[in-house]
Protein backbone atom coordinates (compact mmCIF):
# COMPACT_ATOMS: atom_id res chain seq x y z
CA UNK A 1 0.00 0.00 0.00
CA UNK A 2 1.76 2.82 -1.23
CA UNK A 3 0.65 6.50 -1.18
CA UNK A 4 2.19 9.32 -2.73
CA UNK A 5 3.84 12.33 -0.01
CA UNK A 6 4.06 15.85 0.13
CA UNK A 7 6.25 19.04 0.71
CA UNK A 8 6.87 22.17 2.55
CA UNK A 9 7.78 25.71 1.29
CA UNK A 10 11.19 27.15 2.52
CA UNK A 11 11.13 28.04 6.13
CA UNK A 12 9.10 25.80 7.23
CA UNK A 13 5.94 27.10 6.45
CA UNK A 14 3.55 24.27 4.52
CA UNK A 15 2.54 25.67 0.82
CA UNK A 16 -0.98 24.37 0.45
CA UNK A 17 -0.08 23.19 -3.29
CA UNK A 18 2.71 20.58 -1.58
CA UNK A 19 0.92 18.95 1.13
CA UNK A 20 -0.71 16.05 0.36
CA UNK A 21 -3.93 14.81 2.61
CA UNK A 22 -4.36 11.44 3.03
CA UNK A 23 -7.87 9.59 4.15
CA UNK A 24 -8.23 5.96 4.62
CA UNK A 25 -10.92 4.39 6.47
CA UNK A 26 -12.55 0.88 6.64
CA UNK A 27 -14.93 -1.92 8.32
CA UNK A 28 -12.02 -4.66 9.79
CA UNK A 29 -8.10 -3.16 10.34
CA UNK A 30 -7.41 -7.06 10.40
CA UNK A 31 -8.85 -7.77 6.98
CA UNK A 32 -7.88 -4.17 5.25
CA UNK A 33 -4.63 -3.53 6.92
CA UNK A 34 -1.19 -5.22 6.89
CA UNK A 35 0.66 -6.35 9.84
CA UNK A 36 3.56 -3.97 9.69
CA UNK A 37 7.41 -5.50 8.43
CA UNK A 38 9.74 -6.82 11.22
CA UNK A 39 11.09 -4.67 13.37
CA UNK A 40 8.08 -1.96 12.84
CA UNK A 41 6.20 -1.63 16.13
CA UNK A 42 2.45 -1.38 16.18
CA UNK A 43 -0.24 -4.13 15.52
CA UNK A 44 -1.23 -2.29 11.91
CA UNK A 45 0.47 -0.50 9.44
CA UNK A 46 -1.94 2.84 8.53
CA UNK A 47 0.27 4.49 5.70
CA UNK A 48 3.13 4.11 3.69
CA UNK A 49 3.74 7.19 1.78
CA UNK A 50 6.81 8.58 -0.34
CA UNK A 51 7.90 11.99 1.09
CA UNK A 52 10.11 13.93 -1.84
CA UNK A 53 10.53 17.01 0.21
CA UNK A 54 11.70 17.74 4.41
CA UNK A 55 8.33 19.03 5.72
CA UNK A 56 6.06 17.11 8.30
CA UNK A 57 3.96 14.38 8.86
CA UNK A 58 0.57 15.30 11.16
CA UNK A 59 -2.07 12.61 11.96
CA UNK A 60 -5.17 14.88 12.31
CA UNK A 61 -7.76 11.98 13.69
CA UNK A 62 -7.55 7.82 14.12
CA UNK A 63 -10.08 5.31 15.00
CA UNK A 64 -8.07 2.82 16.23
CA UNK A 65 -9.48 -0.94 17.23
CA UNK A 66 -6.90 -1.91 19.97
CA UNK A 67 -6.31 -1.97 24.13
CA UNK A 68 -3.81 0.72 23.68
CA UNK A 69 -3.00 3.08 20.81
CA UNK A 70 0.78 3.99 20.63
CA UNK A 71 1.70 5.38 17.19
CA UNK A 72 4.96 5.04 15.60
CA UNK A 73 6.62 6.85 12.20
CA UNK A 74 9.48 4.71 10.61
CA UNK A 75 11.69 5.21 7.79
CA UNK A 76 12.83 2.93 4.69
CA UNK A 77 16.80 2.48 4.96
CA UNK A 78 19.07 0.54 3.04
CA UNK A 79 19.23 -1.35 6.31
CA UNK A 80 15.47 -2.21 6.81
CA UNK A 81 13.07 0.10 8.50
CA UNK A 82 14.56 2.32 11.23
CA UNK A 83 13.06 4.63 13.77
CA UNK A 84 12.21 8.18 12.71
CA UNK A 85 14.52 10.43 14.57
CA UNK A 86 10.81 11.48 16.58
CA UNK A 87 9.31 8.29 15.98
CA UNK A 88 6.36 8.07 18.73
CA UNK A 89 3.11 9.11 17.09
CA UNK A 90 0.74 11.79 18.98
CA UNK A 91 -2.46 12.90 17.15
CA UNK A 92 -2.21 16.77 15.89
CA UNK A 93 1.72 16.93 16.62
CA UNK A 94 3.96 17.47 13.84
CA UNK A 95 6.61 14.81 13.39
CA UNK A 96 9.65 16.27 11.00
CA UNK A 97 10.28 13.71 7.93
CA UNK A 98 13.52 13.86 5.45
CA UNK A 99 12.56 13.85 1.23
CA UNK A 100 13.71 11.53 -0.54
CA UNK A 101 12.26 8.55 1.95
CA UNK A 102 9.67 6.13 2.25
CA UNK A 103 7.88 6.29 6.01
CA UNK A 104 5.85 4.19 7.46
CA UNK A 105 2.73 5.04 10.15
CA UNK A 106 1.59 2.02 12.29
CA UNK A 107 -0.94 2.02 15.32
CA UNK A 108 -1.52 -0.56 17.79
CA UNK A 109 -0.48 -2.27 21.13
CA UNK A 110 -2.11 -4.84 23.45
CA UNK A 111 -4.95 -6.49 21.51
CA UNK A 112 -6.09 -6.32 18.26
CA UNK A 113 -9.96 -6.29 18.53
CA UNK A 114 -10.30 -6.29 14.33
CA UNK A 115 -12.89 -3.30 14.48
CA UNK A 116 -13.20 0.03 12.52
CA UNK A 117 -10.34 2.11 11.27
CA UNK A 118 -9.53 5.22 10.11
CA UNK A 119 -7.03 8.02 9.63
CA UNK A 120 -7.01 11.55 8.60
CA UNK A 121 -3.42 12.77 7.83
CA UNK A 122 -0.89 15.60 5.97
CA UNK A 123 2.08 15.21 4.63
CA UNK A 124 4.41 16.94 2.27
CA UNK A 125 4.71 15.75 -1.35
Known amino acids: MLIAGLSAAPGGQ ?6 VTLARAGDDACVD ?9 GLREYA ?3 IEHDGQIVVTAAQL ?7 YVYRQSEKGWVANEV ?3 LLRTPVPVRGGSVYIITFGGG ?4 GRW ?3 ARHPR
Do not use: Q, W
Not at 33 to 41: H, N, W
Open 14 to 19: ENAADV
Open 33 to 41: LPRPPEGVP
Open 48 to 50: RVR
Open 65 to 71: PFTSNPG
Open 87 to 89: DYL
Open 111 to 114: EDRC
Open 118 to 120: SID
